[in-house]
């Protein structure tokens, strides 16, 4: 065992660390039959000038959860009632993918600054987005706005053959259906 090599390695309850002629069992260790083992999960202490050997409690990793501000990207499930239900709030902008799929809700007023007749001419199921994280509350669904020219559509297919639209002078147009189709799109629309 190298000095100064063992201090962030993190250890799972059971696992030998040290036997007891190198070593005095320390705090959260256990000696059994000339061993020391762990008794919980986290990182080795070793104490050279005392040579005892103890480990201390991994702190919990917090898991990445959406906070106000974050800019986030996420899919859409259905448009109804002057709400949009977001389904996957799948990846927070600089800090990461999420390993549980949030989600979110989205209300006509956070959609547009401009006035908006129907929640259609925004967002369609399907459509993947680009939005900021509103409001104070803590967990899910949570509140997203779309509302400023970085947010919104980053990715929609044709409302009627499913194909991927291109961004075409500033619509969004269907290739094969020779149509441009109303959205809410984001300056970061992928399909250019
Ligand atoms: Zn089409």
Request: hydrophobic share 40%; net charge positive; charged share 25%.
């Amino acid at each position: 065992m190298k000095e100064g090599s063992i201090k962030r390695d993190i250890v799972t309850p059971g696992e030998t660390l040290a036997v007891i002629e190198e070593f005095f069992p320390g705090e959260n260790t256990l000696e059994k039959k000339g061993e020391i083992r762990s008794l919980i999960v986290g990182l080795i202490q070793a104490d050279f000038n005392r040579r005892v050997i103890s480990v201390r409690k991994a702190r919990k990793n917090r898991p990445l959860l959406p906070e106000p501000g974050d800019v986030i990207y996420a899919l859409v499930q259905t448009v109804k009632d002057g709400v949009i239900a977001i389904n996957d709030i799948i990846e927070i902008e600089n800090k990461g993918v999420l390993s549980v799929p949030f989600t979110g809700i989205l209300h006509v007023s956070e959609s547009s600054s401009s006035y908006v007749k129907s929640l259609y001419e925004i967002l369609r199921p399907g459509d993947f987005i680009r939005a900021v994280v509103v409001g104070r509350m803590k967990g899910p669904p949570y509140r997203l706005s779309i509302k400023g020219r970085d947010f919104g559509v980053i990715l929609a297919r044709c409302n009627f053959c499913l194909r991927y639209l291109r961004l075409k002078g500033g619509q969004l147009y269907c290739g094969r259906c020779k149509t441009t189709l109303r959205r809410k799109i984001s300056l970061y629309y992928l399909f250019k």
